[in-house]
């Protein structure tokens, strides 16, 4: 079978193979301290051997209680923020379809909660919650982040309310640490069946958890392949030392080849809307990891072609310190044909019978050429389908690459001090005791 591939074809003017071959032995030493978990951050390389490690029972327990939320909930409503919640929503939003209507019989509508603070939000939310059969899966690893903690505070009330205590609580399912924490605590008390996020996984790397596969799984979406392909994508890392044909040493290579080169700025690029949140779990994932000590590379998203009508400007023509990595599907759907015109008044003709899949990609073949012509180097990932099995794969890819480029940079990927700084700020504000 296939992996997903990187196409280093539009670098060539950028890099040699030379440099990436001089680079190789920092690569192999990062994942070296990667694997051997002696490196910065080492009490939080669960994830790494993670694929191997998921047991039938315990993705069977997820699976239990995922079917059991879907047949009793029109919507399931998650919880959570940052790492908390961005795998599960890139994953469900890629993978089931954009327009509610599409969603099968029964299937249920999967919302989400806790990732910003605005009130209007909130509310509009238990409104529409007012006449729904509906669920919660709340996320906190800490058990104490301010955001989803007060969006489950509101849900609670209107849960309880609507189908009171005994019904709200087999409703509700957490996801927290093994013993510290409120919601740990809350849960415990209020005997909400709970699943554990392992200490030794943190949040930006937990979407092979419970985190990610619960909500994942109550979405309908297969998690036992999910965990396949990042299976086999940690074996193929893992067993493949030539840096060019392994993705994820090719990939941190790059980036920091790069960032020596004052690209500070990576542009994740995709053609497809359904794959925005992977674009936000990425940014979080790399820019969580890698922006400390005064160093990292920017992670910004686009989604074209709308953004060629926008930041296309900016990428083309603006400072030159951009270099974009443009996700690529391999296969599209080719079911829909630009019908003839006998007038041919809008002057699209010469497209007629053609299907919109391949002007997409002449579109991107366009902008990829365009791009790396006016010096904004492009790196593609290409991948196969768009399925669990290959979401499993890039998933790990990313992880694995982001912990190796961490480690080039010299930073503890694996830890964010500097998010602290806002909240301290806003407890204060609040006037929290301690
Ligand atoms: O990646 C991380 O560690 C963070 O983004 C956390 O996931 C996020 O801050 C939410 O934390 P918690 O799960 O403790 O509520």
Sequence with gaps: MKNINLNTE????????????????FVYNADKELTGRTGKGKEFLGWVTLPEEISVSELEDIRLSA??????????????IGGSYLGARAIIEALTPPFKNDYGK????????????????????????????????????SGTTTEPAIAFRLLKNHIEKKFGKIGASERIIAITDSEKGALKKLSTQENYKTFIIPDDIGGRFSVLTPVGLLPIACAGINITEIVKGAKDMMNFINNENDIFKNPA???????????????????????EPNITYISEWWKQLFGESEGKDGKGIFTASVNFTTDLHSLGQLIQDGNRNIFETVLKLNSNKNNLTIPNSDNDLDELNYLSDKNLSYVNDMAMLGTIQAHTSGNCPNIIIEIPQLNPYYIGQLIYFFERACGISGYLLEVNPFDQPGVEEYKQNMFKLLGKSK
Aim: aromatic share 14%.
């Design 67 to 80: 079917d059991k939320f879907r047949i009793i909930s029109e919507v399931i409503v998650v919880v959570g």
């Design 106 to 141: 029964g299937e249920p509508e999967i919302l989400y909660a806790g990732f910003n603070l605005s009130e209007s939000y909130h509310e509009k939310l238990l409104a529409y919650l007012e006449d729904k059969e509906y669920s919660v899966i709340v996320i906190s690893k």
């Design 10 to 25: 539009y670098l060539k003017n950028f890099i040699t193979d030379e440099e990436i071959k001089k680079f190789s032995e």
């Design 249 to 271: 040493y090719l990939y941190s290579a790059i980036r920091n080849i790069l960032y020596k080169k004052n690209k500070s700025i990576e542009i994740l690029a995709s053609y």
